[in-house]
């Protein structure tokens, strides 16, 4: 009886569950793992980039706002590749383009000035969310892939069990058990995607909403300075 326990056991695990499924569970499996993979190197990835990208922004905002002349400003800091660094570069470029003819439209120069650092911050907020979609796609998509290896697997168990005419436990339990893990794998894919999407999405809001606010602000130093002029 302990042997046979014993064997009942060893049979359960997940190599074993994996080795005895069948291919298509297998085929669901393996999607699954590399999902996972790729999730988790999506999310470590993510995690470095989010983090260098507000800290590199909190320094490059505090040294803006304590500079006195913005065109020199511009030329020492304004080739960095950082979020707010291109917003400020294009409110610079378009505060050079309507600021060098003789005539100034002031209200026209602010709307464009508003206009081409709102698109700057729109483009720079799509960029940093590049690849969240594989996230929200894991994460919505990976429990019903596993539901399906699930499904399939416990038809394939009770066709066994009507071929075999045998119901016991002994018989039963393997089938069903590598069909759930198919639905085990899924889980454990999608549950970091979830989390992780959810974080992520706040840090780019938050992210969103720091540009939003120094372009704003640019915006008003700008405006100031052409009001300034003739």
């Not at 639905?183 to 909403?209: C, D, K, M, Q, W």
Request: glycine letters at 10%; a positive charge.
């Amino acid at each position: 009886m302990n042997a046979a326990l014993n064997l009942d056991a060893g049979s359960l695990s997940p190599i074993a569950l994996f080795l005895q499924a069948d291919w298509v569970v297998k085929a669901v499996m393996i999607g699954l793992l590399i999902a996972s993979v790729w999730t988790w190197s999506i999310i470590v990835a993510f995690a470095f980039r989010i983090g260098r990208t507000r800290r590199g922004m909190a320094i490059f905002e505090r040294d803006f706002w304590k500079a006195e002349d913005i065109d020199a400003f511009y030329k020492e800091k304004g080739e960095k590749e950082l979020p707010s660094v291109k917003v400020f570069a294009a409110g610079v470029g378009e505060w050079r383009r309507s600021t060098g003819s003789g005539a100034i439209d002031k209200a026209g120069t602010r709307e464009r000035l508003a206009t081409t650092m709102g698109a700057a911050v729109a483009s720079e907020i799509d960029r940093l969310s590049d690849r969240l979609n594989v996230l929200a796609t894991v994460g919505s998509v990976a429990p019903f892939v596993g539901l399906f290896g699930t499904v399939w697997g416990i038809m394939r168990a009770f066709t066994g069990i009507a071929s075999a005419q045998n119901t016991s436990l002994a018989v039963v339990a393997p089938g069903i058990a590598e069909a759930l893990f198919a639905t085990a794998i899924g889980l454990f894919a999608a549950i970091p995607a979830v989390i992780a999407y959810n974080r992520f999405s706040h840090g780019i809001n938050r992210i969103e909403a720091s540009l939003t606010r120094f372009a704003d602000g640019f915006h008003t130093t700008l405006s100031r300075q052409l009001d300034g002029t003739r």
